[in-house]
């Protein structure tokens, strides 16, 4: 039987055990809840999330693990133009884009084939090889449009 290929969680508490020698207790707990997410959130809802589960981490220590996370490239920082930064932990050819509603903040991951599709065909139209990308669609989700 092939031996299973490591989680995220796993494979970013190794490289940073092995970057800086240490492993504390707030850097697992961020690395295990960013792990368990399924869209980016920004260090505040982080910290929130981790100490509703009962853990006492300070937000100085949420804000310096994710420092170390995205110097290891192993989060993606995506900033909405809003002055805040969300993260999202960086799982290689897995990729999302992000519905914002404008109304209330909330933020959800979509794919679509097509998208992706019609951006590699607008690049290799134009001889980019294109590395990354990202696309942010905003309007109002379906709770706030129902409350207009």
Known sequence: MPDREPSWTEQALERLRTATGRSGTA???V?????RQDCCLSALEIHDGIRAGGARVGIASV???LEGLDRSG????IDFGDGLSR??????????HHFVCDDC???EPFEDAALEAAIGGA???RGYDVAGHDVLLRGACGDCRGSR
Do not use: I
């Open 63 to 65: 804000y310096r693990v």
């Open 31 to 35: 690395v295990e809840f960013l792990g």
């Open 74 to 77: 192993l989060v993606q920082r």
């Open 27 to 29: 850097r697992r707990e």
């Open 105 to 107: 903040g909330k933020v």
């Open 87 to 96: 993260f999202e932990p960086a799982r290689g050819s897995e990729h999302h």
């Open 123 to 125: 690049a290799g139209g």
